[in-house]
């Protein structure tokens, strides 16, 4: 597997939610932020991308989604098969405890606003910063 090489400048977001128009609207936030944002509508798109890319530096997902698998697993499995991947799942109708979240995965209640999520992207960009350069 090769090494993830995104910077905090170039940071790549794999954004995973299955309602056509919040994707839309995280995508936007994302973009507008400077960072690079993927689309998935479910976690085996999401799979598909994390497979076919080797430059996705955070994972931003819904809990609740159609499919095989919900955020909270998608959320481990790409915590298991990709660690140095960030997370962050988001929800309006589920608060997971922190213990259903993989380490260092992060909570982001809906709705929320693009300034909290642009928040928690930086914070983690930063951690990716550092990653890259140690």
Request: glycine letters at 6%.
């Amino acid at each position: 597997m090769p090494d993830r090489v995104s910077t905090a400048a170039s940071a790549v977001v794999l954004i995973v939610e299955d309602e056509a128009l919040l994707r839309e609207l995280a995508v936007e936030f994302v973009e507008d932020a400077g960072f690079v944002a993927l689309e998935a509508g479910d976690a085996e798109q999401a799979i598909a991308l994390l497979e076919a890319r080797s430059d996705i530096a955070v994972l931003f997902t819904d809990i609740n989604m159609r499919g095989s698998m919900d955020g909270l697993e998608l959320a481990r499995a790409v915590h298991d098969r990709w660690p140095p991947v960030r997370i962050i799942v988001a929800s309006g109708q589920v608060r997971p405890k922190p213990a259903d979240l993989p380490p260092d995965g992060v909570f982001l209640e809906k709705p929320y606003r693009g300034e909290a999520l642009v928040a928690r992207l930086r914070s983690l960009a930063g951690c990716i910063e550092l990653q890259v350069q140690t």
